[in-house]
């Protein structure tokens, strides 16, 4: 069995907190944020109530920050953070 990578050397990530009214299913948002991802190395962690969490790289971060900056985007960013506890206290998601 493979080792795994300690903490230090794995790659930095980040937590995205989403505004994503308008969709119903977890694969819809998964689908349109596909089309939207600046960087292939992202997943959806949680969705609920028109929010949702996506886990992406740290050093893909200002890329996706432009994207999702975006009015027109049909995704808009809530909050982010090093930290999955604080992007789900901020969003009010109970896990």
């Keep these: 069995m493979a080792k795994r990578l300690t903490k230090a050397l794995r790659e930095k990530r980040r937590w995205v907190g989403l505004d994503?009214?308008?969709?119903?299913?977890?694969?819809?948002?998964?689908?349109?944020?596909?089309?939207?991802?600046?960087a292939n190395d992202w997943k959806l962690m949680d969705f609920t109530e028109g929010k949702a969490i996506i886990r992406i790289l740290l050093k893909h971060q200002n890329e996706w920050r432009d994207v999702l900056k975006d009015t027109s985007s049909p995704i808009q960013s809530l909050t982010m953070s090093g930290k999955i506890r604080l992007v789900r206290e901020r969003l009010k998601i109970s896990k």
């Design 20 to 38: 994503v009214s308008g969709y119903e299913s977890r694969s819809q948002v998964e689908d349109t944020i596909k089309q939207l991802a600046p």
